[in-house]
């Protein structure tokens, strides 16, 4: 089993719909939560980070963990055909110093 | 504010050849610095990290090799490349007391190898 689970997609959406993006994860020493975004041919970029269970809002995007359910969203409100792109969870904790990535979801918002 | 640097940015390479791969930052010090492959439908896959100067930890045995002659300038190479070395290569740095390890990526190096 992977430690992280990531729903390739490809996802389609409208412009201006809410976009919900999963992770589900194995390992319960994880406690930071990332999501990277990245445009095609480029490096990913940090959008948002959360440290344990909870939610955080900036703008648009929410990211939110669960660590009972080892699950962890991003949901894009307002989705605009800018936000297309590629989006990776990211996680960190525990014993090792390396940030495990998700395989990432590939979003495709339609004008 | 910190940059990173990577070239070049696409590469075509006949196999069994050399490879080198560049990758520098500015406006930080001692920063750690890693090497990921990124394949499709595979995510980041991390090959090499380094926490100083000479320090290279080894992630995914392999035909690739990384070195960091310089405290800002990371570097991956191949004596022979094989056709399973295609991919697009990504080069990080973070912050050595971050708590939660963010990294700041550059903008790739994209290799084909024929």
Known sequence: ?????????????????????????????????????????KGPELLMYTYSSGNKEDGRFTAQVDKSSKYISLFIRDSQPSDSATYLCAMYGGATNKLIFGTGTLLAVQP | SQ???????????????????????????????????QAAGRGLQLLFYSVGIGQISSEVPQNLSASRPQDRQFILSSKKLLLSDSGFYLCAWSVPSGSYNEQFFGPGTRLTVL
């Open chain 1, 1 to 41: 089993q992977k430690e992280v689970e990531q729903d390739p997609g490809p996802l389609s959406v409208p412009e201006g719909a809410i976009v919900s993006l999963n992770c589900t994860y194995s390992n319960s020493a994880f406690q930071y939560f990332m999501w990277y975004r990245q445009y095609s041919r």
């Open chain 2, 3 to 37: 940059t990173i640097h990577q070239w070049p940015a696409t590469l075509v390479q006949p196999v069994g050849s050399p490879l080198s791969l560049e990758c520098t930052v500015e406006g930080t010090s001692n920063p750690n610095l890693y090497w990921y492959r």
